[in-house]
Nanobody
Framework: QVQLVESGGGSVQAGGSLRLSCLAS????????MGWFRQAPGKEREGVAS????????DYVDSVKGRFTISLDNAKNTVYLQMNSLKPEDTAMYYC???????????????WGLGTQVTVSS
């Protein structure tokens, strides 16, 4: 079965960096849309970044553009989220998600990881 396992979260001071990883397994499609989402307490879940695994086109929410970078290593079945210049408002649980066979045009993410916590202190 499909599994997504996030890692790399932690606590950092504002201005610091973290790199999140999402190890994906249990499927054979090579062309998919993968995304990172986040949810802070009391707030709705927000899409942060997405990447199409065939060609590596990416998209970001405006609030992280220029600070976050999504990338993938197909050989390792892993998607990364490099987060630089972190701000307290980036504090949230971060989730990896998969639209199996999707192209990132109107994605429908049907598989989710359990999340990794990111806490940024001022």
């Amino acid at each position: 079965q499909v599994q997504l396992v996030e890692s790399g979260g932690g606590s950092v001071q504002a201005g610091g960096s973290l790199r999140l990883s999402c190890l994906a397994s249990g499927y054979t499609y090579s062309s998919n849309c993968m995304g990172w989402f986040r949810q802070a307490p009391g707030k709705e879940r927000e899409g942060v970044a997405s990447i199409y695994t065939e060609g590596s086109s990416t998209d970001y929410v405006d609030s992280v553009k220029g600070r976050f970078t999504i990338s993938l290593d197909n050989a390792k079945n892993t998607v990364y989220l490099q987060m630089n210049s972190l701000k307290p408002e980036d504090t949230a649980m971060y989730y990896c998600a998969l639209d199996l066979g999707g192209t990132c045009k109107d994605p429908v993410f049907t598989f989710w990881g359990l999340g990794t916590q990111v806490t940024v202190s001022s």
